[in-house]
């Protein structure tokens, strides 16, 4: 059998029997809040038709059917409205984290990047506020859980609260996941159980290992029930992608003074008049390695049937080798002697006026390319303690925690350019985004290339807090009114960050790449597959180079920006750069980090419903939770004093408000088999942290290599310490049919009444001191909608006869509408716009065949394009958003059991290999492709065993 999943459930009997002791009692026996969890198991059982022979109730059902069964049963007796993927789905799913597994469930969707699921939009939103095992669970001075940190062998489930109830801790705009470990209660006795797996990707051509190991028992003794767990678990990924790109920035030979012929490009093609075309044009590379181990355990002590204590304890890390390359053409900047470029063969693209198709660039500025390392950890701890007590009518539970975790990047990056400017053939689009190449240019003579600056980051970031509640919930006498439940909650966080950086810029000292002290140089490797990219491959210094000789390079950018100050004694940035690279160690700049404290406190009631209703079945919940929230956010701010000097002052933000959030939903029971929820609740979600960092990071651009002044004087970026939370007004509807123990049809309707949503924008301020800024800080938004429409589906096909009856299917769909109005500090009037990050129609397609001692599944998922940010440049008279193009993937697994609890397991992860792609609007018409990333596949083999 499956390992149970549980959810915040009520019992799926009549009004009558939810009443008695009896029908509270759990096969997991999981301690959790008052809102009793059943296990899936169970409620399966519950919901099985009341004439059902026993014999049939004795069937053991594993598997694909069993896990299909365990997630309905728990969206069908939730007291919310829920989906969930359970520990076999999980387990079976060719995913090697919870965020992947996770991307398979109706209404979510995710972004990724570099070969895995990051960001989680539950109905297009990413405001979703995540728990484990229904605590507060955070990464570094992050308010959420990055589910891409789990292995999916930590998990026992993961729930998806579309809606919330006034016991769980506060659903984001999106609604609440939660992640669920296993407890050593919920198997019989003795379990040994795991995973071993190897993996290879086509693009890194690296072969990783994973696994996971989980060790349970349970004890009878004189002084109780005991249970111990332990779970291990490893995932190495090597991943590799390449991405050509297009600038954002989109001008024309003219340049920015139309009316001003010195800042014009020289074009030599007749007839072409003025056109548009992209600032710059390049290639991106990133390949690293992810170690992500985890341990988890948990002791359960059950002393009396009405009393059970447990402890559970989690360690959770990441690391992480990165290596970044980037060669990038500009199309416009000035060469040394202040000579523009000039452009030649232009092809405009027929039909579209104004547009360049492709061209020639000869002189201007030269190719820049840059080397990054980078080495970044995480480690996360969270430790806990709770109980679950009941006396009489009244049962009541406790969960305490502490949750401690930091994160620390070190980067090293060595900036080069070309000794001199190649011819440059591009064209615009070629399957989406621009390739080009250098002529005959000798790329890979050292000779060529020269040393441009060299940069070192050190990013620390921590957040630690202590949480705890207490539920408790009361049967009474009232037939319409079974169970009424109350609970506190308090929490106390703390978050902060620190970001230190030092830039030696040494262009002007025309130093060869190759007399660096990392030794000879080599070939970048690129991550293409069958591209139309046709300049590919450059130099740089070896990674393992950079990383060892980082110190010996750091004296050599202090004596260079040394020599740099008499050749350019006017920039101020070299200046400083002579300052912070005197020591080995990085400068602290108290403009680079923020500290926070919040504490929040929280009261809920709610009261459980049951009558008749012309003998129509209905019940639910209705309720409200409190919640106080008060913070502390500190940081630094320049401040211009009266006689002009320049200061660095703390800065410190106190915000204190109270949300008070109602919900009420109704499950209205025709039969059996078919069933209506109707719901109305209210959410908000705080800013993050580093949102609400008081501090602005400006950095002033240095003049061209001519002398000319630069497009913006400044530019900057930071937090914005005036953001409210995000708030929505919520209506739900559900339409269910539960057909069969495996088999389930839904569609649900939806509407989210928004206020505040918050992005980041970008927007040209005149700032006293540095004078024209182009600064990117979050923003809220004003009012907002998201209407929309979810559909479900899945059965398996018993009635078929022999091999036939092992098909199964399941498939879902989402259709989303929605926009809100960009921030009023835009300058735009609150003009409505698509919301960023949500598609429009997505659904995933899933074929199952399991049958004796095979199970397969083969998994589509499709989601339409998306709008990703709103920005504006310098030439532009308002915001234009970046979409991407729609997005597919095509996921495998099959296993074959040789032997009893023994199974051989095979997985390919993307399939299609579909490149992503975007593109970025210059008017309301017209676009220009942006990036073209190319992504692996995988494909692994392993083993799973259970003893």
């Known amino acids: 059998m499956i390992a149970a999943s549980s959810a915040w459930a009520q019992s799926d009997v009549s009004p009558a029997t939810n009443q008695t002791g009896a029908a509270q009692t759990q096969t997991s026996n999981d301690p959790a809040p008052v809102d009793a969890p059943l296990s899936a198991a169970q409620a399966q059982a519950d919901a099985a038709p009341e004439n059902q022979a026993g014999a049939e109730q004795d069937i053991v059902v594993t598997g694909y059917r069993a896990a299909l069964g365990s997630a309905q049963e728990l969206k069908r007796n939730s007291d919310s409205i829920v989906d969930a993927v359970v520990s076999e789905d999980i387990g079976k799913l060719p995913d090697n984290n919870a965020a992947e597994a996770i991307s398979r469930v109706v209404g979510v969707t995710v972004l990724r990047y570099n070969d895995e699921a990051g960001v989680i939009l539950v109905r297009g939103l990413p405001d979703v506020a995540t728990t484990f095992n229904g605590r507060e669970f955070f990464s570094a001075e992050d308010r959420v859980l990055h589910l891409q940190d789990f292995p999916a062998g930590v998990a026992a489930g993961i729930e998806v609260y579309k809606s919330g109830t006034p016991n769980l801790i506060e659903p984001g705009l999106a609604g609440l996941v939660n992640l669920r470990s296993r407890r050593p209660f919920d198997v019989k006795d003795t379990e040994i159980a795991g995973e071993i797996r190897g993996s290879y990707n086509d693009q890194s051509k690296a072969f990783d290992p994973s696994g996971n190991l989980l060790l349970t028992k349970r004890w009878d003794t004189p002084i109780g029930e005991i249970g111990a767990l332990v779970n291990l678990s490893y995932v190495r990924t090597t991943y590799r992608n390449a991405d050509r790109y297009a600038d954002s920035a989109v001008i024309t030979p003219r340049g920015f003074g139309v009316d001003d012929p010195a800042d014009d490009l020289t074009v030599t093609t007749p007839g072409v008049g003025n056109f548009n075309f992209p600032a710059n044009a390049g290639n991106f590379y990133e390949k690293g390695v992810r170690h992500r181990p985890a341990v988890n355990g948990t002791i359960q002590w059950r002393p009396s049937s009405n009393l059970e204590v447990y402890a559970e304890g989690l360690w959770q890390a990441y690391r992480g080798n990165v290596l970044r390359d980037s060669f990038n053409v500009n199309f416009e900047r000035r060469d ?43 480690d996360t701890y969270q430790g806990a303690l709770g109980f679950k007590w009941t006396t009489g009518r009244a049962t009541l539970s406790g969960d305490f925690a502490y949750t401690n975790s930091r994160y620390k990047a070190l980067e090293i990056a060595v900036d080069s350019q070309l000794a001199s400017a190649p011819t440059i053939n591009i064209d615009w689009d070629a399957r989406g985004s621009a390739v080009f190449d250098l002529g005959g240019y000798a790329i890979t003579n050292p000779d060529t290339a020269r040393w441009r600056g060299f940069n070192q980051r050190e990013f620390v970031a921590k957040g630690d807090g202590i949480q705890g509640r207490l539920d408790l919930d009361l049967e ?19 978050a902060s960050s620190q970001n230190n950086s030092r830039y030696a810029y040494t262009a002007g000292l025309n130093i060869p790449l190759g007399s660096l002290p990392t030794g000879t140089l080599e070939v970048i490797t690129d991550g293409f597959r069958n591209d139309p990219q046709r300049f590919q491959n450059w130099l740089a210094p070896n990674r393992d180079a950079i990383i060892a000789n980082s110190e010996a390079l750091r004296q050599l950018a202090y004596q260079s920006v040394q020599r740099a100050t008499v050749l350019f004694p006017n920039d101020g940035g070299i200046r400083e750069a002579v300052t912070k690279y005197a020591t080995a160690e990085i400068p602290v700049d108290p403009l680079g ?6 504490a929040s406190y929280a009261f809920y009631g709610q009261g459980k419903f049951a009558f008749d209703l012309g003998g129509v079945e209905v019940d639910g919940t209705a309720g409200a939770r409190i919640v106080n929230t008060d913070g502390d956010y500190r940081g630094f701010s320049r401040v211009q004093a009266s006689n002009g000097s320049v200061g660095i002052v703390p800065t410190t933000t106190k915000q204190n408000y109270v949300d008070v959030l109602p919900s009420a939903i109704a499950r209205i029971r025709f039969s059996r088999e078919w069933q209506v929820r109707l719901g109305y609740t209210q959410t908000r979600t705080r800013p993050g942290f580093g949102q609400l960092n008081p501090s602005l990071n400006i950095t002033a651009n240095s003049p061209g290599p001519d002398g000319s002044p630069p497009q913006f004087d400044a530019t900057g970026s930071g937090g914005n310490p005036n953001l409210r939370p995000l708030t929505s007004k919520n209506y739900d509807a559900t339409l269910e049919w539960y057909f069969s123990k495996n088999g389930s049809a839904s569609v649900a309707a939806f509407y989210r009444d928004l206020n505040g949503f918050i992005g980041n924008y970008t927007q040209v301020v005149n700032d006293p001191i540095y004078g024209r800024v182009q600064l990117n800080r979050p923003e809220n938004a004003g009012d907002g909608r998201i209407k929309g429409l979810e559909a479900s589906a899945q059965t398996f096909f018993d009635f078929l ?31 409505q716009v698509k919301i960023t990050g949500l598609s ?27 709008t990703t940010s709103y920005n504006r440049t310098i030439n532009e008279e308002q915001y234009a958003g970046e979409l991407v193009r729609p997005v597919a ?59």
């Open 336 to 378: 040394a002697n202040g000579v523009a470029p000039t452009l030649s063969n232009v092809v405009l693209v027929p039909g579209e006026a104004g547009k360049a198709a492709s061209f020639t660039k000869t002189g201007g500025f030269v190719p820049e390319f840059s080397r990054v390392a980078q080495d970044d950890r995480t």
């Open 476 to 494: 009474t006498d009232w037939g319409f009114l079974p169970h009424l439940q109350f609970g506190v909650r308090a929490s106390d966080r703390n």
């Open 593 to 598: 980090g923020f500290t926070a404290s919040e």
């Open 801 to 831: 006869p022999g091999l036939l009856s092992g098909f199964g299917v399941q498939a879902n769909g989402t259709y989303l509408d929605g926009t809100n109005q960009l921030p009023l500090a835009l300058g735009e009037g609150g003009r």
């Open 840 to 866: 429009k129609w997505a659904y995933n397609l899933t074929g199952f065949y399991e049958k004796g001692k095979i199970s397969t599944r083969l998994s589509y998922n499709w989601r339409s394009g998306y």
């Open 889 to 947: 993937r095509l996921d495998l697994s099959f296993s074959y059991e040789p032997f009893s609890n023994v199974s051989l397991v095979a997985n390919v992860s993307n399939i299609l290999g579909q490149p992503f792609k975007n593109y970025r609007y210059y008017n309301e018409t017209q676009y220009f492709g942006r990036d073209l990333r190319v992504e692996g596949r995988y494909f692994s083999l392993g083993l799973r065993f259970k003893m």
